[in-house]
């Protein structure tokens, strides 16, 4: 499945976005679809993550209270809602496909196992 991640931009601190991530379809194989990102100088890491088969959902710590992702199946469109935005959440964002039910999504050796990523999205929080 090919994924396209938008919505980033440049936000001050305390504000929001809500990036899009549009596949080119959902199919039955399509499990789950994770957030990352990857800040200057850090490793990439899993922010959040969704079922596409349940809805099931999960987060980084550091983003559970402030972020949302969401899906619509008709649209083949996961959604992050960002609030509360600092800045070190700055980074660029990248969706991609993630294992079923998200299961160690977010683990080094998955991310570093991903050989695609996709173009990914910019967001700045800054004052």
């Known amino acids: 499945v090919q994924l396209q991640a938008s919505g980033g931009g440049m936000v001050r601190p305390g504000g929001s976005l809500r990036l899009s991530c549009k596949a080119s379809?959902?199919?039955?194989?399509?499990?789950?679809i994770g957030w990352f990102r990857q800040a200057p100088g850090k490793e990439r890491e899993g922010v959040s993550c969704?079922?596409?088969?349940?809805?099931?959902?999960s987060y980084a710590d550091s983003v559970s209270d402030l972020f949302t992702i969401s899906r619509d199946n008709a649209e083949a469109t996961v959604y992050l809602r960002m609030n509360n935005l600092k800045p070190e959440d700055t980074a660029v964002y990248y969706c991609?496909?993630?294992?079923?039910?998200?299961?160690?999504?977010?683990?080094?050796?998955?991310?570093?196992?991903?050989?695609?990523w996709g173009k990914g999205t910019q967001v700045t929080v800054s004052s």
């Open positions: 379809e959902f199919t039955p194989d399509d499990s789950a």
């Open positions: 969704i079922s596409l088969r349940d809805g099931s959902t």
């Open positions: 991609a496909t993630a294992p079923p039910h998200c299961l160690a999504y977010a683990a080094p050796w998955y991310i570093a196992g991903k050989d695609f």
